[in-house]
């Protein structure tokens, strides 16, 4: 009885080592998932910050320099008042119409 005993005891030694050992492995490896999806996550939303910001200044220079141009076009066509603002916005709507046309 005491051998049947025995083995008992060794068994459930065994099988808490095992559990122990595999719930630790298992533990780590999601650990370091998650640690890894934390720091993909946080790296898309810093290139999407970049992104907006950078769309921003884009969008503001493009302005300024569409007012310029308008501005100069306008000095050059004296005889038409808002010759340059009418010029430069009547290219600005063809070229954007044509990337709708040519998107679809």
């Known amino acids: 009885m005491k051998d049947n005993k025995e083995v008992k005891d060794n068994s459930k030694k065994i099988a808490n080592f095992l559990l122990n050992f ?32 950078a769309g921003f200044f884009m969008i503001f220079g493009s302005f300024f320099l569409l007012i310029g141009l308008a501005i100069y076009l306008g000095s050059l066509l004296d005889s038409v008042p808002g010759g340059g603002y009418f010029l430069v916005g009547s290219v600005s709507l063809l070229s954007a119409f044509l990337v709708v046309i040519i998107k679809k």
């Open 22 to 53: 595999f719930g630790g492995f298992i533990q780590k490896i999601s650990l370091s998932l998650i640690l890894n999806a934390k720091k993909q996550a946080e790296e898309i939303i810093s290139q999407i910050k970049r992104g907006i910001i």
